[in-house]
């Protein structure tokens, strides 16, 4: 089972490489929910880093790519 959630997930390099913007832009752009990629998760207590997470189905959607076959 995680291995299959795995497989659905995306880097959020490789998402910011295939929209074609940089890495940053992607983060405040989930962050602020312009693009639903998948989550953001918010700073545990002590920390300062929020988590993002872009799925597969997301990102195609995005990009239009819903349904293409590989």
């Not at 490489?17 to 989550?39: F, N, S, T, Y």
């Not at 993002?52 to 995005?62: I, P």
């Amino acid at each position: 089972m995680l291995q299959q959630i795995q497989k659905q997930r995306v880097s959020l390099l490789d998402a910011a490489v295939e929209i074609g913007c940089a890495p940053q832009a992607l983060r405040e752009h989930m962050k602020k929910g312009l693009w639903d990629l998948g989550e953001v998760v918010p700073p545990d207590q002590g920390s300062k880093n929020y988590r993002y997470y872009v799925f597969r189905r997301k990102l195609d959607r995005f990009l239009g790519k819903e349904g293409e076959e590989e």
